[in-house]
């Protein structure tokens, strides 16, 4: 087994238009696809490029009667199954651009010319935005190949796949996405992450467990389920069943051939817990105890009412509340006790506490070792939704009615999970086996189309005793139930979805007081549930070695939480609950299911009476950014406007029109009617003051009444009716 490492340059000669889908009214009908705003290539439409490529020198070898037949190793690079994916990843090169100073992107116009009569067809203008010529990217090709006596005709398929790249992107035939190729050179394998102080470590500890941090490589889309018409959704976490089958395709290709296949990766000789996110920088990943789905019963405080100070005893918001929330920018931290007010599951009076909420729906919370539950961070990872075409593999280009919406997690994102083995030597082979891979050198693939992801860093996870937690929150629950009796309560609170069948195999949509009872061996009469904050789900799954769907399964969805009440003390039951958190309960929990919590401190989690949070920093930073956007949005309004109104009044004199069009065009780009209102007066006194003068009035008028979305389209309709009346017959159209 041998990883091919590839680097290059690629040029752009001519602008080029990858087209992102999205539509600028007034501006371009498709957008050029972005990272950070600067111009960027997506791996998958190179990886298609380079594929079409090499499959061009293939056919090229056939015809020539080469002696080298380069169909083999093509199907074995581009046939791939996701897990043996060719990873290619090209960022751009600032610091080679040689268009400094001027902005990375320009607008192309063109029309759509009828195939019959050779003319251009009516209404058919056309904008596309485009990334300009001259920008250099730098790329990078890795390809694990399994079979080293491939290896010379893999590296020269795809470097001579790399030199027939001529162009990129879409409308290549009207002048667009010349580019070249160019520094081609092997690069040799180094260490991406040096691990190998505590994979040693690992290795000689006796604890079953390895805790790893994996980084996406490419923005990627986990489904949980088939599409939604349209629509593509992702999981916004990486599930421990997908980890299974990564870990178990790479194991069968590395011992491809053996006699003893390890087992060490077989059912119940390993769980895998689900890799939940977590932020990227600013926290020490060994000090991470619990990744904890935000539970059903916490309330978020509305955006808001974040924002208070005290005077005279009031709480005075700091936000405009005519305005989104979204446009200010602050420095308060993401933690529990700044974004939620309290914990549901557990009845109590919020006294007085007069601060609206709502749910939080999704999010985690990163519990850390060092800190108490209300200063733990809440994350969520960054999705994002792009638009993009089915294509027909026989004619290699896009569907009639293809387009649809993928989300996918940003690339560049972290996520944590847990590895425990049956024994301490299953865990030492496993590691003599995956060494590459857990240094971070070789790359997992998971997700639609076998996206990159390596592993950041491996440690040993610590064991933490929870008898003393359980105990004492018993007390804290009680004391807020004012319960003064020997009675005892707990709370469970699901980390992952749970699957629980009846004596039947039919399929439970909650947990009851029978199973917890069951499951810590007491008498169901001495436990209930006093409430609970659940929802359950259905899902499916795949497997992917024998090709076939599982049966879907309803399962009890993680962030689901139970109050209980046990007729008796705590101290009896304790190290059951234990027990029953250590290895969890219902069905498939080798598969990361099934794992709870007990008595977590975040149902004693109550925010009180807001805290003056005026000494945070608070600026309207995006104020800009918002009129833009409102602004855009009425765009559309403006043409239908335009549209509908010329066609009612027919034709109209062309300074009428001149000065029709220059309004539409001040109002979409200029954030401050103000601006627009100023320029009339400066124009009211010329060869048609009358029509200005008229104009300005009703619009001084008309933006005293309202200021909703639908303005622009009263004062546009407006000036087509002066207009209108004003014309002039010697200068119709």
């Given at each position: ?26 501006l ?27 499959r ?7 015809v020539e009667?080469t ?10 690079i581009f046939d ?7 990873d290619?990843?090209?960022s ?14 320009i ?27 001259g ?9 694990i ?16 796949g ?14 667009l996405?010349?580019?070249?190729i ?11 992450n ?15 467990k390895?805790?790893a ?8 889309t ?8 349209n ?35 077989d ?11 977590i932020p990227s920088?600013?926290i ?14 916490l ?10 100070k005290k005077?005279n ?17 602050d ?13 549901t ?21 990163i ?7 209300e ?10 939704a792009i ?5 027909d ?5 896009t ?6 919406t ?13 590895i ?5 030597n ?6 003599a086996?995956?060494?590459?891979y857990?240094?971070g050198?070789?790359?997992?693939h ?6 990159a ?7 040993e ?15 804290s629950i ?10 005892s ?11 629980l ?9 909650d ?7 069951g499951l810590?061996?007491i ?19 795949f ?13 009890i969805?993680?962030?689901s ?14 190290d059951?609950l234990?027990?029953?958190e250590k290895?969890?309960i219902?069905?498939k ?20 009476k ?15 950014k ?12 403006y ?22 069009n ?5 109002i ?11 320029l ?5 006194e010329?060869?048609n003051?009358?029509?200005y ?5 009703i619009?001084?008028?008309?933006f005293e ?5 639908e303005e ?7 000036a ?7 014309k ?6």
């Open positions: 087994m041998k990883q091919i490492i590839i680097n290059f340059k690629l040029e752009t000669l001519e602008d080029f238009h990858i087209g992102s889908g999205e539509l600028n009214i007034g371009y009908d498709d957008g050029q696809i972005k990272e950070n705003n600067l111009p960027c290539i997506p791996s998958d439409t190179f990886k298609g490029l380079l594929r079409q490529s090499c061009e020198i293939v056919n090229l070898a056939k009667q002696d080298t037949n380069y169909g083999d190793i093509f199907s074995m791939y199954k996701a897990l043996e994916s060719l290619i990843s090209l751009f090169d600032r610091e080679a651009d040689i268009n400094k100073g001027k902005d990375y992107f607008i192309h116009t063109s029309n759509e010319v009828d195939s019959v009569t050779g003319i251009t067809k009516e209404k058919s203008l056309r904008s596309l935005e485009c990334a300009r010529k920008l250099i990217f730098n790329g990078e090709l890795r390809y190949l399994w079979n080293d006596e491939k290896e010379k005709i893999a590296i020269e398929l795809l470097e001579y790399l030199k027939n790249i001529k162009r990129i992107g879409g409308n290549r035939r009207r002048g996405g010349l580019v070249r160019l520094d081609i050179n092997l690069a040799e394998q180094k260490n991406v040096n691990n190998e102080k505590e994979l040693e470590k690992l290795k000689e500890s006796d604890n079953c390895i805790k941090v994996i980084e996406l490589l490419d923005n990627v986990i489904g949980s389920a088939s599409e939604m018409g629509y593509t959704p992702t999981l916004d976490y990486i599930p421990s069943s997908t980890v299974f089958g990564m870990l178990r395709k790479n194991l069968c290709c590395m011992k491809k051939g053996a006699n003893n296949l390890s087992d060490y990766l059912d119940g000789a390993i769980t895998i817990t689900d890799f939940y996110p920088n600013n020490d990943y060994k000090n991470i105890k619990n990744i904890i789905p935000i539970p059903f019963s309330r978020k405080i509305k955006d808001a009412d974040r924002y208070v005077e005893g009031n709480n005075i918001s700091l936000i405009n509340k005519n305005i989104p929330h979204w446009i200010y920018k420095n308060l931290p993401k933690i529990v006790k700044n974004l939620a007010t309290q914990s599951l557990i009845p109590t009076k919020k006294g007085e506490d007069k601060t609206s909420d709502k749910s939080f729906k999704g999010g985690y919370i519990e850390e070792t060092d800190k108490k539950i200063e733990s961070i809440i994350y969520s990872p960054k999705l994002k638009m993009r075409n089915r294509v593999e026989a004619s290699q280009t569907k009639d009615n293809a387009l649809f993928q989300q996918q997690i940003e690339k560049n994102s972290f996520f944590m999970g847990t425990q083995f049956k024994s301490a299953d865990k030492k082979e496993f590691i086996d995956f060494k590459d857990l240094n050198n070789y790359s997992f998971i997700g639609r189309g076998g996206k992801i390596r592993v950041k860093y491996v440690f996870e610590n064991n933490i005793s929870a008898i003393d937690n359980i105990v004492l929150h018993n007390k009680k004391n807020l139930l004012n319960n003064k009796t020997d009675d309560y707990f709370t469970i609170t699901l980390l992952s979805d749970v699957v069948y009846d004596e039947n195999l039919n399929q439970l949509d947990i009851s007081s029978d199973i917890i009872a810590i061996n008498d169901k009469s001495n436990v209930s549930i006093i409430n609970k904050a659940s929802f359950s789900d259905i899902i499916q799954g497997l992917g070695t024998a090709g076939l769907r599982k049966f879907t399964d309803i399962v969805k993680k962030g939480s139970y109050l209980f009440e046990y007729k008796g003390k705590i101290e009896d039951i304790v059951k234990i027990e029953i290895k969890g219902g069905f929990k080798n598969e990361g299911f099934g794992r709870i919590l007990v008595n977590h401190p975040i149902h004693l989690f109550n925010r009180g807001e805290s003056d949070t005026a000494s945070y920093k608070l600026e309207e930073v995006e104020l800009d918002y009129y833009k956007i409102k602004l855009q949005t009425n765009k559309e309004i043409k239908k406007a335009a549209i509908i109104e010329k066609e009612k009044i027919g034709k109209i004199s062309s300074l009428s029109k001149t000065f029709i220059s309004m539409i065009s001040r979409e780009s200029d954030i401050k009617i103000d601006y627009f209102i100023n009339l007066e400066d124009r009211k010329n060869q003051g009358e029509l003068a008229d104009f300005l009035k619009l001084n008028t008309e009444k309202s200021k909703n979305q622009t389209y009263r004062v546009l309709k407006i087509l009716e002066i207009a209108k009346n004003n002039r017959g010697g200068d119709n159209e």
